[in-house]
Structure formats: structure tokens, C-alpha cells
């Protein structure tokens, strides 16, 4: 018989910011390197919306490189393109992995994603207490927002995604 230790959050961090991984229940998860399309829209995502939310003083914004631990026993570690956390819930940052969930998680489909892969990502975000998951598909134009309990919406490129719970005005 086999037996396999669950990794934890500290042991995920000991491997460094280069290990191209994240963290479900324990088992490390492959990140692959996301191509062009992806880093574009996540860049200007990260651009536009972080200039918003400090131009407004809503509180403090984070780019894919920023583990967020959004389970523990056995730890999940997620690093959405983008999250936000609003005034009022900010935690003093850590060297190590954020410990409490973001109020807004993005993430942008990359080709080597999976529809499932993603469909596991939505949900850990929302059972761990995002309040929303926008969830970005360039090939599509499009943007799926996610709420705990409410249906999901889908914009297209021309539509406005509504936001004005997290990113007032």
C-alpha cells in the first residue's frame, strides 16, 4: 500500500515563487505557464481595475502571483489573475499566503484549462466565502459572474459587468 502525504499551504510556500503550482485538499495542482491572450487580458484587468480600487480607496487589489489559502486540513491554495478585498476585511500582509478568501476572484481561461478545471475553481472560491468569481473567456468575449445561491450571469464584450457590491461607482 501506498500512502501519499497531503502538503499544506507552509509546505507549497517552502517551494518558492517559481514552483508552478497551486494547492487542492493537499495535492499539488500543475499551473502552466498561460499564453499571450491570457497574460494581455489579465494585465489590463489587473491595470484597470487596480487603478480604480486605489484611485477610490476601496481597499487593496492582488495579481496571480498572490496564494490566497481558502481551505485548511487538508489546504487549498488558489492565485487568482486578480482578487480584490475590500476596506474593512484587510488583512496586514504576510510574507507567506493570504489566509482569508478575497471578496472578488478572477480568473482568465487560458486554452490549457479545462472546463471542469475551472468549474472545481468556481466552487472552491465561492465555498470558501468569495463573494463574487468572475470567471473570463477571451476566445468568447466573455465574462461569467458568480454569486453564492444567485444564477450565474454571462456579459458579452460590449455589455457592462456590474459591480457596484465590491467596486462602487
Sequence with gaps: ???T???TADDLFRLGPDAPYELIEGELTPVNPPGGVHGEVAGKLSAYLG???LTNELGKFYTHDTGFVLQQNPDTVLGPDFAFIRQGRL???PQAYIRIAPDLAIEVISPSNTRAAVARKTHIYLD???EQVWIVDPARYEVSVYRVGQPVFTYGYDDFVPGAELLPG
Excluded: H
Design 51 to 53: 487603478i480604480f480600487v
Design 5 to 7: 502525504r497531503l502538503l
Design 1 to 3: 500500500m501506498v500512502t
Design 91 to 93: 488583512p496586514k500582509s
Design 128 to 130: 470558501a466565502g468569495v
